[in-house]
T-cell receptor, first 113, second 111 residues
């Protein structure tokens, strides 16, 4: 039982490049989330999904896109990377409804130069 | 609206107690507490639901005052392993289960 798996762990991008951050969970959770974490700011919600085929914007969605074609996978796409997207990205999932906590992946540290 | 955590940081000696507070300006359905160690992912500690309750395991417990939209995390007889940054995450009634996290409280436990 791997939980929530994120790849890659680290990545350096040049301004204007694109990439996809991968997130997979093996717990059959319906709810999945992408957060970014900047020093001293807590975690900000980028996008979320309540089930396969359903996604919606969070607090800071600009510059990102997501898809949810299966229950297990929730990739985050960065188009035209900018220095402001330098951050640590966490994927999380939640099962059993709203009375349960989040399980986070180990994170992706992204630097845009 | 982002919940407000206090204090921002606290330094303890082993065996001392600490309280971390989380306050929201919106009516809450639930409050979550997470601990994050440096370079690692946040780890779920506990959830408190609307209805006002108190929970705990080991020497870490929490309360939720629904009317005041506040929650407090209590760490008693702190251990070195308690060091890390503690985040509260609040969920509003219509948020579809999305959490808004506070900025965190950095706890350092010294020998």
């Amino acid at each position: 039982n791997a939980g929530v798996t994120q790849t890659p762990k680290f990545r350096i991008l040049k301004i204007g490049q694109s990439m996809t951050l991968q997130c997979t969970q093996d717990m059959n959770h319906n709810y999945m989330y992408w957060y970014r974490q900047d020093p001293g700011m807590g975690l900000k919600l980028i996008y979320y999904s309540v089930g396969a085929g359903i996604t919606d914007k969070g607090e800071v969605p600009n510059g990102y896109n997501v898809s949810r074609s299966t229950t297990e996978d929730f990739p985050l796409r960065l188009e035209l990377a900018a220095p402001s997207q330098t951050s640590v990205y966490f994927c999380a999932s939640r099962g059993g409804g709203r009375n349960y906590g989040y399980t986070f992946g180990s994170g992706t540290r992204l630097t845009v130069v | 609206q982002q919940p407000v955590q206090s204090p921002q940081a606290v330094i303890l000696r082993e065996g001392e107690d600490a309280v971390i507070n989380c306050s929201s300006s919106k009516a809450l359905y639930s409050v979550h507490w997470y601990r994050q160690k440096h370079g690692e992912a946040p780890v779920f500690l506990m959830i408190l639901l609307k209805g006002g309750e108190q929970k705990g395991h080991d020497k870490i417990s929490a309360s939720f005052n629904e009317k005041k939209q506040q929650s407090s995390l209590y760490l008693t007889a702190s251990q070195l392993s308690y060091s890390g940054t503690y985040f509260c995450g609040t969920e509003n009634g219509g948020s579809q289960g999305n959490l808004i996290f506070g900025k965190g409280t950095k706890l350092s436990v010294k020998p």
